[in-house]
């Protein structure tokens, strides 16, 4: 049994409050972690953890609906969240409603979702608040019968005092319990003592899924609304000069054609903003069909502004800066020049990655509003609270009247935090003084993006006699982003270590995506790895055991620098190991991997089968340490899709340019992984160790490119070095 | 425009477009049927699938005017109650993730299991092949679409 303080000092992360009639209704903090915290550290707690943005109201008919600030981009926290709240107010948790809250900034502080960090964050908060509401229906039953509180229990949402044998629903005791203070200090459960988190609980929207029912951003339509498209200039590097949109204007529902200045000069972009366009063309009609008629009648000329990049451009450029000396190393232990004199053996390995697209199947879209009295939008985006600034800024409106909502996403890996769509809706709707919903082309969302950056990293390793990694040597370069991260492994476990890192300046737009850097690097590094494992003689999991070990025994440098802990990392592959059998590197299509990412550990054995160049995965087991899991089937499901995307871009996907303009706009040029491709078999297994629940939307992506590689080259005899890895040119000698 | 009457999940309905508008569109734009999905435009994806006489089509290249009287069903029409097999077995599986590909992926499904009760796995996934899945749920849907072939045979 834990006890966790609902306040600090003055400061509360929990307060009743009168948003709805009738019941209890508690307003918490979602952030909410003082567990184990000292008064010093307290002091040093960023405000924010303090803000109340999420609701939990117990109903007078004993439902409970959570208001989530949290948007769902098929992550399902929609369904995780309400099973951490269900546990400890004990209430069947088929009783427990989530809704989307409204983003209104006088009540809520959004978070984002992004960076798996969902459930890490939300985990203490959600727990708190059902704790406390507990606590506060016991409370209210206890004076109700004027019995001593200790002596009421709960079962699933009922009160209960045995020895008068008296009883009553969680409804029946909401309202008084409202009027009671906050308890300091409440008691959570044991996590042996769960009963709801850690089992399945299928995805509370799935039955709206399987029928159809309008729940993306495409799928709002409002009374009296009008669609709209952009044209954007066809070529990073070009900008808008003038247009001849009379023949677009005359055809059947088009209501005007007209030039929309997203972003004019005063106008300060955030990060948020990323990848959007100061100038576009917009198109408003009747219909969607009309609109992409229209589309096509209209004439634009643009012209040069900037540098029109090609991929050889690109090439060229990493390679350059590759070879380019740093101003200083972000991480140096030892003497690597010196140990690579006196190795016995040296690898050099360079590795590179092309531009990817995030592809969400639902494109770009958003709905707007705007009259002189109020901005209201709607659709799908991860960062709302960031929109309503820009906006704010955009339309020189006061914050208070924009108003923002979430819809469901069709897919986010990163596409959505960048919401300059709903910006280019507001104003396009401001212009048109009408309701307007925004909707990109597949071909519009392909070639205006925020995309994964285009990388290379070199990588040099020296060997003693022993075969003992002595030196370790790892450059990196990205367009408009550096790629490494210096204290990662196996930062800590070699004594000669060195991190560089360099960083490409490109006007084509990139962001995050899917476990940003990650999502190359961890693949680059583990067939690294693998290719000096094997040069050391050694069985592959066994080579990289002795590092982890090293990292833990007689860690080099300080050891509060390194950025993952040995011990998680050796147990996930020590599992991945047994669990798939390992034969010590002797199967002809087996390849091993992991890597530590968004907090979570990863280590995945893959076996294959080559199907001429293509890889067809019979079976990955992969190993996960994300602390506790809070409903397996839904983790499993996400662990899952995270191998199928890491396996299907690092083999079929890129993006490539030509004078500023995206060679691939559709489905038909650029390839996305489909059901053949993928594995036949994903076997999860989680790591049972209690420790509090960290990210899984992310982390099971980025190895899973290395454990391929591995194995094609157990196949192939070919080790892999570009991505995507089936138009790797055959390397000569 | 023109005006064309559609048989659409078993109803008549009536509309006044442009002849070469896709059924897609007027399916979401005009009807309110907003289950089928746009993700391609171009027949490369498979979320806009729906049923036309029973076969699975792209109605997002599917013109308005070259439907005539052909019946289509829509995910909205798959049945009444969301409790097709093949709507149960994806729920029984827990296919869905951000959920967009889902309705084309089941049309496909549904169509597919109706000429071939029996399939085989190559089969299922040559048959579900058309259908991409951005969040990568491929492994789920093989399997649901097998348990949908059971519950039909069973
Ligand atoms: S939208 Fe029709 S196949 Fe993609
Ligand atoms: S579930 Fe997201 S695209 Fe298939």
Redesign the interface.
């Known amino acids: 049994m834990t006890l966790v303080k609902t306040s600090i000092g003055r400061r509360s992360f929990i307060r009743t409050t009168g948003l709805a009639g009738g019941g209890l209704v508690l307003g918490f903090s979602w952030l909410a972690s003082c567990k184990g915290k000292t008064e010093a550290q307290v002091m040093q707690m960023p405000k924010e953890w303090f803000d109340i943005n999420g609701f939990l109201k117990v109903g007078e008919n004993g439902l409970v609906t959570i208001m989530s600030p949290n948007p769902e981009?098929?992550?399902?926290i929609k369904t995780a969240m309400p099973m951490i709240v269900a546990e400890e107010l004990d209430i069947d948790w088929n009783n427990v409603l989530v809704e989307q809250a409204p983003l209104n900034t006088a009540i809520f502080t959004r978070q984002l979702a992004g960076g798996s960090q969902s459930i890490r964050q939300g985990w203490e908060g959600l727990r708190m608040a059902g704790a406390t509401a507990r606590h506060m229906l016991k409370t209210a039953a206890a004076e109700a019968w004027q019995v001593p509180i200790d002596e009421i229990t709960t079962s699933p949402g009922m009160l209960h005092h045995e020895a008068s044998g008296k009883q009553a629903g969680y409804g029946d005791m909401a309202s008084a319990a409202s009027q009671l203070d906050i308890p300091e200090e409440v008691e959570l459960k044991d996590n042996d003592t769960f009963s709801i988190v850690g089992t399945?609980r299928?995805?509370v929207?799935?039955?709206k899924?399987?029928?159809?029912?309008?729940?993306?951003g495409?799928?709002v339509?409002e009374e009296g609304m009008l669609?709209a498209m952009i044209i954007h200039p066809p070529a990073f590097g070009m900008t808008f000069t003038s247009m001849d949109a009379d023949a677009a204007k005359a055809m059947?529902g088009i209501k005007d054609v007209f030039l929309v200045d997203v972003y004019p000069e005063g106008v300060e972009k955030q990060w948020s903003d990323g990848g959007g366009i100061p100038q576009l063309v917009a198109i408003v009609g009747e219909?969607?069909?009309?609109c992409?008629?229209a589309k096509k009648a209209v004439k634009v000329q643009w012209e040069k502004s900037g540098t029109l990049e090609d991929s050889d451009y690109h090439e060229a450029a990493l390679t350059e800066m590759l070879d380019t000396p740093v101003e200083a190393p972000a991480r140096a232990d030892g003497d690597v020049a010196a140990a690579f004199k006196k190795a016995a053996k040296v690898i050099e390995r360079t590795y590179s990655a092309p531009f990817l697209a995030h592809?969400?199947?639902?494109?770009m879209n958003f709905y707007a509003h705007v009259t002189p009295d109020m901005a209201v939008l709607n659709g799908p985006i991860q960062t709302p609270e960031f929109l309503e600034k820009t906006v704010a800024a955009r339309l020189d409106m006061p914050l208070e009247k924009i108003d923002v909502q979430m819809t469901?996403?069709?897919?986010?890996?990163g596409r959505r935090l960048y919401g300059h769509f709903g910006v280019e809706a507001a104003v396009i709707s401001q212009k048109m003084n009408a309701p307007i919903k925004l909707v990109y082309?597949?071909e519009d969302d392909m070639t205006q993006g925020t995309y994964r950056p285009a990388y290379k990293v070199r990588y040099k390793a020296g060997l003693d006699e022993a075969g003992n990694l002595i030196a370790w040597h790892v450059k990196g370069v990205g367009t408009n982003d550096d790629l490494i991260f210096e204290n990662r492994f196996p930062a800590g476990a070699v004594d000669n270590y060195l991190a560089e890192k360099h960083n490409l300046t490109s006007n084509v737009t990139t962001g995050a995506w899917r476990a940003p850097r990650s999502n190359f690097i961890a693949g680059a590094e583990q067939s690294f790895m693998d290719e000096v494992a094997e040069a050391s003689g050694k069985d592959p999991i066994d080579f990289r055991l002795e590092l982890f070990d090293r990292a833990m025994t007689n860690p080099v440098g300080d050891p509060e620098k390194n950025d993952y802990d040995p011990a998680r990392y050796a147990g996930v592959l020590k599992l991945a190991r047994e669990k798939s059998g390992w034969d010590g590197g002797t199967n002809k299509n087996r390849g091993v991997s992991a890597y530590y990412c968004h907090n979570s550990y990863v280590a995945q054995v893959l076996d294959l089968t080559m199907d001429g160049n293509k890889p067809m995965v019979d079976k990955v087991w992969c190993a996960v340490d994300c602390g506790i899991v809070i409903n397996p089937?839904?983790a499993k499901?996400?662990v899952?899709?995270?191998?199928?995307?890491g396996i299907?871009h690092a083999t079929y996907s890129q993006l490539t340019f030509v004078d500023g303009v995206p060679q691939q706009k559709?489905?038909?040029t650029y390839q996305?992984?489909?059901?053949?491709e993928?594995?036949?078999?994903?076997e999860t297994f989680f790591v049972d160790n209690g420790i509090d629940p960290t990210g899984l939307g992310e982390p099971s992506l980025p190895p899973i490119s290395g454990a391929l590689a591995n194995a094609m080259y157990k196949a192939t005899g070919r080790r892999y070095y570009q991505q995507p890895y089936i138009l790797q040119k055959p390397i000569v000698g | 425009m023109a005006t064309f009457t559609l048989n659409i999940n078993g109803e008549s309905r009536e509309i006044d477009v442009d002849p070469n508008t896709p059924i897609l569109w007027v399916l979401r734009d005009h009807l309110n049927l907003v289950g089928t999905k746009y993700g391609c435009g171009i027949a490369q994806c498979g979320a806009c699938t729906v049923h036309l006489e029973g076969t699975a089509v792209r109605s997002c290249m599917l013109t308005v005017s070259s439907v005539g009287n052909q019946k289509i069903t829509t995910i909205e029409g798959l049945s009444e109650n969301g409790d097709h097999p093949v709507q149960k077995a994806w729920l029984e599986v827990d296919v869905p993730q951000c959920g967009y590909c889902q309705a084309g992926q089941i049309m496909t499904a549904s169509a597919f299991l109706e000429k071939n009760p029996n399939p085989t796995d190559e089969e299922i996934e040559m048959a579900m092949n058309g259908n991409i899945c951005r969040c990568g749920t491929y492994i789920r849907i093989k399997k649901a679409v097998k348990i949908a072939a059971n519950t039909n045979n069973a």
């Open positions: 981009i098929g992550q399902n399945d299928k995805n929207d799935g039955p899924i399987v029928t159809g029912k309008p729940l993306f495409l799928d339509y669609t059947p219909s969607t069909w009309q992409i008629q592809n969400t199947m639902e494109p469901r996403m069709g897919g986010g890996f082309t597949r089937i839904s499901n996400q899952e899709g995270g191998i199928v995307d299907g559709n489905y038909d996305l992984i489909r059901g053949a993928a594995p036949k078999e994903v």
